[in-house]
Nanobody
Framework: QVQLVESGGGLVRAGDSLRLSCTAD????????MGWFRQAPGVDREFVAG????????KYADSVKGRFTISRDNRKKTMYLQMNNLKPEDSAVYYC?????????????????WGQGTQVTVSS
């Protein structure tokens, strides 16, 4: 069974930073684009950031550009999301996901494997 495991979430104050990690099986990581999504209560799951299979091109939601940075280490089968200057509206469950393709896409239905999520809560 393919597994993606997120870690690094928590409760922080506005302006603080967190780094999320996502560790995956090789079958769910190597050669595939990866993405971070988030979902707050009562809201559809939304794209946050994505990265191509080789760590090259990246994409970000407008709401996180300049504050979040996505990266990956293919040797470690791990993806990261560095989140700086966090805001209360960033509060959500964050999910990592493996795309069907090698290049980044932004829609949830373009992703085949999902982690269980990690909670991020930002207080004002």
């Amino acid at each position: 069974q393919v597994q993606l495991v997120e870690s690094g979430g928590g409760l922080v104050r506005a302006g603080d930073s967190l780094r999320l990690s996502c560790t995956a099986d090789a079958r769910a990581f190597t050669s595939f684009a990866m993405g971070w999504f988030r979902q707050a209560p009562g809201v559809d799951r939304e794209f946050v950031a994505g990265i191509d299979w080789d760590g090259g091109p990246t994409k970000y939601a407008d709401s996180v550009k300049g504050r979040f940075t996505i990266s990956r280490d293919n040797r470690k089968k791990t993806m990261y999301l560095q989140m700086n200057n966090l805001k209360p509206e960033d509060s959500a469950v964050y999910y990592c996901a493996t795309a069907y393709a090698a290049v980044v896409t932004t829609t949830p239905d373009s992703y085949r494997y999902w982690g269980q999520g990690t909670q991020v809560t930002v207080s004002s």
